[in-house]
């Protein structure tokens, strides 16, 4: 089956630009017109006065425009264009969403109570130490070639990583350890405001705080990002940077307080939460519903965009039998948290499993570094800057660069067909990146490689490595070409201005062409999100936190797992299916498919092709029986939704009902007040499941609403997924499209980047021929296929770029070290 993804919906109030394009696209407004089209072949769209203009100018309105007949029309120069209006103007912005101010309950306790925990956890740790010995001991580890191994390989940590997390585990305990001194005199409720008012800086743990970069007047003033997100916001520099934890909309629900996940509502009396597993075989089925007007791009850009923003990494450990059975718990890591498999399970039973695999998240130090619950670690920035491209750290970056003129490693070519491709990485335990003979019909011991990138997660299908290769030969090609223009520029120079615009591309890409899909216009209107057709956006605010929450990576970003195609084929340029189907359970991590001359092509003309599956609690089997199966005779792997819910629990994340509450929904009070977001056949299967309505987990219940007006995703994940895009752009110094900030572009500059669409960065970094203009949308009239070289696909120009002595490129060379 194909799966599918949410779009964000909403109601249109607008005001016209009465001064249209204009000055933005360097072109008075007298001249609009003879440039793009004429207003009087194009209808009225939504009714408003529309004008002719290249098709990525209308991807805001395209879900007005697809049904309004008459809407396509032909530019000045005769290129098939979309009639649409000017952009809604923006609102005022509504506020961001924030975690409510916690009462403070005064704590009276002795410094020698918190170093007494602190010793207590010192041993507890000493103790994880010998477990994890002796676990290895007894070779009670993860099997290599098994699906453990796989998502293991998947959420690794890094070796700087895995420190800061043992330390903030330290803490943890501590914490624990510091609340069990109270008795019962606390609530789990009151914990977290309570135990935070005592600072780790006061206590032995202080050298596990985490340490604010210094960030000098040079570092401020340049117009390049750090790549570890450090020195963004110039109050509080630590503010988005690599490493460090989630924040939260609603306080954690841990069942002490700390640690241990959360309970049912009624567990006093004897109530429990139902098996993740149990769950998602009754909640969620396999239905195949395709979308009328979404490609399979929107998909994969929503991947693209989570392995960039988050990256959270586990323990390893193991947490089943080899067999499928549950571990002694003497043999448990104490970071398991297995999930239960029902003895009825319509799948697992027949391979005799009662045990899957999951592994807790690792732990990040508070920002304020204060005693309190568990909070978990982002190993990327909390920015949208392509950190899966670049990486985000020094160390990272620097075994990705060629240091010659600015570019990027590529595979060493053995032939024409392997060039300009991911440089090769490592493998997951155990498995090869061969596709296995009955499936190829080669000898899988030809020596394949993953891929190496700025995220570890690049090899996970063939279509996440493409849309990573396009990307890579993007910025390969904006070096070579700001090399032609500047040849005094050194290699650094080359490599930073040439990241700075992709960063700049991707930016746009996202607010103009698929944050829209997602969350709807409306939405993106009310928030102030729509972006701009011309000028400088003010939007920076220093106050506005721009961290990842923890309820968008633990249930929300998740939406787009029931987009996920579950079967596909590869198609020429003719639109032709060409090979046999693809089987996703057969192409994880399997990146031989990629290798294959004109295959990266195929590719990226069978995500601009087939549709994504609509948005709802359809899962194809593929992810939630085959889950990083590694080969055919294998037959099962894991269940990605029972691994999201578990997830959702592991992060302390509360019930769905308390994010209805906070999105603007009524509180259900019982199952029925479910039903006016959630169809009524799933209300009934929740009623089976969940004892009471504030039991059921969030990402379940978030994918199970109907879609909001003019979105991808129902109203509770369209608020979350909303604010968090919020904070992504106005906590961000660097972002896009700011004037008087020090990464500002000129307004030249930031003309040529609004010309930017997925499909130009696709048509630019391929041999395919031909395109439609909105590559996250399917082929209509009103988004016909058209030749790469079309003016209905702009090309953006360096040149305002090239330097006209210093300063002529939009700053002075004084920036640049």
């Not at 450090?230 to 934890?245: A, F, Y």
């Not at 732990?363 to 309190?372: E, Y």
């Not at 993007?474 to 615009?501: F, G, K, M, V």
């Not at 037959?635 to 994010?659: A, C, E, P």
Request: net charge neutral; hydrophobic share 35%; with cysteine.
């Amino acid at each position: 089956m194909m799966s599918k993804w949410v779009i964000g919906g909403v109601t249109m109030s607008l005001l016209l630009c009465v001064t249209a394009y204009g000055p933005a696209y360097g072109r008075p407004k007298q001249n609009y017109f003879r440039n793009y089209g004429q207003q009087r072949s194009c209808p009225n769209v939504g009714g408003y006065p529309s004008q002719c203009r290249p098709p990525k100018d209308c991807a805001v309105w395209y879900d007005i425009i697809v049904g309004t007949p008459g809407a396509d029309c032909k530019l000045a120069d005769g290129n098939p264009g979309t009639c649409c209006p000017d952009l809604p103007a923006n609102g005022n912005g509504a506020p961001i969403l924030n975690v409510p101010k916690r009462e403070i309950v005064p704590l009276s306790f002795e410094t020698q109570t918190v170093e007494q925990a602190i010793k207590a956890s010192q041993t507890l740790s000493a103790c994880l130490t010998n477990t994890e010995t002796c676990l290895n001991e007894n070779k009670i580890t993860i099997r290599p070639g098994s699906s453990s191994a796989a998502h293991a390989f998947f959420s690794r940590a890094s070796p700087e990583s895995m420190k800061i997390s043992r330390d903030a585990l330290i803490a943890s305990f501590a914490a624990k350890e510091f609340v069990q001194s109270f008795g019962t005199k606390l609530e789990s409720a009151q914990v977290d405001s309570t135990v935070s008012q005592v600072s780790l800086k006061d206590t032995s743990l202080a050298s596990t705080c985490p340490v604010s970069p210094v960030c000098d007047e040079k570092t401020l003033r340049s117009p390049f990002r750090k790549l570890d997100g450090s020195c963004n916001n110039v109050r509080n520099p630590i503010w988005g940077q690599s490493k460090t934890q989630y924040q939260r909309l609603l306080p954690a629900d841990y069942a002490e307080g700390i640690s241990t996940p959360r309970r049912a509502k009624n567990w006093q009396q004897g109530r429990e939460l139902p098996s993740p597993r149990l769950v998602s075989i009754s909640v969620v089925h396999d239905e195949n519903s395709p979308s009328d007007i979404t490609a399979s791009w929107t998909m994969q850009m929503g991947q693209f965009l989570d392995h960039d923003l988050v990256s959270t990494p586990t323990t390893t450990a193991t947490c089943c039998t080899s067999d499928g059975k549950a571990l002694r718990p003497a043999e448990l890591h104490p970071e398991c948290l297995p999930i239960s498999i029902p003895a009825d399970d319509p799948f697992f039973t027949q391979f005799g499993h009662t045990c899957m695999d999951f592994v807790r998240s690792s732990l990040a130090p508070r920002l304020d570094c204060s005693f309190g619950h568990r909070e978990q670690l982002n190993d990327n920035t909390h920015f949208l800057d392509l950190s899966l491209v670049y990486g985000s750290d020094d160390k990272t970056a620097g075994e990705l660069r060629t240091k010659e003129k600015g570019k990027l490693k590529i595979n060493s070519p053995k032939s024409d067909h392997e060039s300009n491709l991911l440089p090769p990485g490592e493998s997951p335990l155990g498995r090869s990146c061969s596709l296995a003979r009955e499936v190829s019909g080669i000898d899988p011991s030809d020596d394949i490689k993953c891929f190496a990138a700025g995220d570890g997660r690049s090899s996970v299908t063939p279509k996440m490595a493409v849309s990573q290769t396009v990307f890579l030969r993007e910025h390969n090609r904006l070096a070579t070409e700001l090399a032609s223009l500047n040849p005094n520029w050194d290699d650094e120079r080359l490599y930073q201005e040439a990241r700075r615009i992709l960063i700049a591309q991707a930016q746009h890409i996202t607010y103009n062409e698929w944050l829209p899909i997602v969350i709807g216009r409306s939405k993106m209107q009310q928030l102030g999100l729509l972006p701009l057709q011309r000028g400088f956006s003010r939007d920076y605010d220093q106050n506005v936190l721009p961290s990842i929450v923890n309820e968008f990576v633990g249930a929300a970003f998740r939406f787009g797992h029931s987009l996920v195609q579950g079967n596909y084929h590869l198609f020429n340029q003719q639109r032709e299916r060409v090979a046999g189907e693809k089987i996703l359970r057969q192409h994880f991590f399997k990146t031989q498919e990629v290798y294959k001359p004109g295959n990266v092509d195929k590719f990226l003309i069978s995500l601009a092709t087939v549709p994504i599956q609509n948005m709802d609690n359809s899962f194809t089997k593929e992810l939630t029986n085959h889950l990083f199966e590694d080969h055919p005779a294998q037959r099962f792997g894991l269940d990605l939704v029972s691994l999201n819910i578990q997830r959702g629990r592991d992060h302390g994340l509360r019930s769905y009902n308390s994010y209805r509450e906070l999105c603007g929904l009524k509180r259900a009070n019982s199952f029925d007040d479910l039903c006016d977001t959630i169809p009524n056949v799933i209300v009934k299967r929740f009623q089976t499941l969940y004892d009471s309505v504030d039991d059921i987990d969030l990402f379940i219940g978030g994918v199970s609403e109907r879609a909001a007006e003019g979105a991808l995703v129902g109203p509770t994940f369209q608020c979350i997924i909303a604010d968090q895009f919020l904070k992504l752009k106005r906590g961000d110094r660097y972002f896009y499209d700011l004037g008087g900030q020090a990464g500002s572009f000129t307004q030249e500059q930031l003309d040529e980047i609004r010309k930017i669409s997925l499909a130009r960065i696709a048509c630019g970094n391929s041999q395919v021929q031909k395109f439609q203009p909105l590559l996250f949308r399917t082929v209509s009239a009103a988004n016909p296929i058209v030749d790469c070289k079309s003016s209905s696909i702009p090309s953006m120009s360096l040149l305002p770029w090239k330097e006209r002595g210093y300063g002529g490129g939009g700053y002075s060379g004084s920036y640049y070290g």
